[in-house]
Nanobody, 122 residues
Framework: QAHLVESGGGLVQPGGSLRLSCAAS????????MAWYRQAPGKQRELVTR???????NYADSVKGRFTISRDNAKNTVYLQMNSLKPEDTAVYYC????????????????WGQGTQVTVSS
C-alpha cells in the first residue's frame, strides 16, 4: 500500500505565495505522473497542473505563469509553488499520484492525498 501526505496550505493575502508539498510513502517501486487538483466550494474538482516522470509539465490556463509544479524523485515528493495568489484560487488542493507498488509491479495505481485548504483573502 501507499499513502500521500500533503502539507503547506493556509490563509494568505491576495498577491501572496504558498508552497504545497505531497509526500508519497509505502512499498513504492516507482512513481509515474504526479498532479495537483483543486476543488472550490460548489464546483467540480479540476486539474491544476501535472508533471510526468520525465519532468514534462502542463498547467491550467488560470494558473499559467503563477504556479510551478516540481518533484523530488529521491523523496517521492511533489511540490506546488503558488505565487501571485488570487481569491479565485481559494479551494481544497489535492495531490494525485500514479505509482507502482513493489508487490505488484505490473499494475499502475492511482492515489489521492487528503487535501489541504488554501484560502486567499484580505
Amino acid at each position: 500500500q501507499a499513502h500521500l501526505v500533503e502539507s503547506g496550505g493556509g490563509l494568505v493575502q491576495p498577491g501572496g505565495s504558498l508552497r504545497l508539498s505531497c509526500a508519497a510513502s509505502g512499498s513504492i517501486s516507482s512513481i509515474n505522473a504526479m498532479a495537483w487538483y483543486r476543488q472550490a466550494p460548489g464546483k467540480q474538482r479540476e486539474l491544476v497542473t501535472r508533471i510526468t516522470s520525465a519532468g514534462n509539465t502542463n498547467y491550467a490556463d488560470s494558473v499559467k505563469g503563477r504556479f510551478t509544479i516540481s518533484r523530488d524523485n529521491a523523496k517521492n515528493t511533489v511540490y506546488l509553488q503558488m505565487n501571485s495568489l488570487k481569491p479565485e484560487d481559494t479551494a481544497v488542493y489535492y495531490c494525485n499520484v500514479d505509482l507502482v507498488l513493489m508487490e505488484d509491479i505490473w499494475t499502475s495505481r492511482n492515489y489521492w492525498g487528503q487535501g489541504t485548504q488554501v484560502t486567499v483573502s484580505s
